[in-house]
C-alpha cells in the first residue's frame, strides 16, 4: 500500500532564508507525486507534481522538488523564503492510473521577518 | 476558469439536524472527490465519482453520509443526522488528469 511521511511538523524559517520541506513515500513502483500548499482558510493550491521523465521539477512561486528514487524522496526546497510563503505545505502520492491520491498529514511552516 | 466551487463556506448547526453541502466542479473534469480535513486525521478521501458514478464511497464514515452528484456539474455531501464529531473542513476537488483542483472548503461546526 502506498503512504506518505512529512517527518516535520512546524518549520520556522527567516525571511530571505533557504527551505527544505520533507517527504518521503512507500510505493512498489514510480508513483506521481504532488507537492500542494494550503493558505489559511483556502483550498490545497498545487505547487508542482512529478509523473516521469527530469527528477528536478519546478513549480510555481519559486518552488522546486527533486525526486530521488533511492532514497523515496520528493523534497521541496526554496532558495529564499518570502513571508508570504508562510502556509501549510503537503506533499501527495498518487497511484499512476488511478484515483488514490494518499497526502502527508502537513508541515506548517513559520517565517520569521 | 473560475476553479472548484463550494458552498457554503461556513455552516453552524445543531446536533441532529441535516447538513447538505454543495460541490460545482470546474467544467470538462470527470471525476470529483470530496475530503474531510481534520487536524487529528489530515486529508481523508470520503467519495470519489467518476463520469458521476460513485466508484468508491468506501471512506465515508457510515450510513449518515450520502453523497450525489446527478450532472457532470454538481456534487452534494449530506450528513444526516449531523454530531459534533463530523465538525471538519469539507473539501470538493475535481480532476481531468490526474492533478486535482481544490475548493475551499466548507467549514462545518456541529454543536
Redesign the interface.
Known amino acids: 500500500a502506498q503512504s506518505v511521511t512529512q517527518p516535520d511538523i512546524h518549520i520556522t524559517v527567516s525571511e530571505g532564508a533557504s527551505l527544505e520541506l520533507r517527504c518521503n513515500y512507500s510505493y512498489g513502483a514510480t508513483p506521481y507525486l504532488f507537492w500542494y500548499v494550503q493558505s489559511p482558510g483556502q483550498g490545497l493550491q498545487l505547487l508542482l507534481k512529478y509523473f516521469s521523465g527530469d527528477t528536478l521539477v519546478q513549480g510555481i512561486k519559486g518552488f522546486e522538488a527533486e525526486f530521488k528514487r533511492s532514497q523515496s524522496s520528493f523534497n521541496l526546497r526554496k532558495p529564499s523564503v518570502h513571508w508570504s510563503d508562510a502556509a501549510e505545505y503537503f506533499c501527495a502520492v498518487g497511484a499512476p492510473g488511478t484515483y488514490k491520491y494518499i497526502f502527508g498529514t502537513g508541515t506548517r511552516l513559520k517565517v520569521l521577518a | 476558469d473560475a476553479g472548484?466551487i463550494q458552498s457554503p463556506r461556513h455552516e453552524v448547526t445543531e446536533m441532529g439536524q441535516e447538513v447538505t453541502l454543495r460541490c460545482k466542479p470546474i467544467s470538462g473534469h470527470n471525476?470529483l472527490?470530496w475530503y474531510r480535513q481534520t487536524m487529528m486525521r489530515?486529508?481523508e478521501?470520503l467519495i470519489?465519482f467518476?463520469n458521476n458514478v460513485p466508484?468508491?464511497d468506501s471512506g465515508m464514515p457510515e450510513d449518515r453520509f450520502s453523497a450525489k452528484m446527478p450532472n457532470a456539474s454538481f456534487s452534494t455531501l449530506k450528513i444526516q443526522p449531523s454530531e459534533p464529531r463530523d465538525s471538519a473542513v469539507y473539501?470538493c476537488?475535481s480532476s481531468s488528469f490526474?492533478?486535482?483542483?481544490?475548493?475551499?472548503?466548507s467549514r462545518l461546526t456541529v454543536l
Open positions: 472548484v471525476s472527490f489530515g486529508l478521501l470519489y467518476n466508484i468508491d473539501f476537488a490526474e492533478e486535482l483542483f481544490f475548493g475551499e472548503g
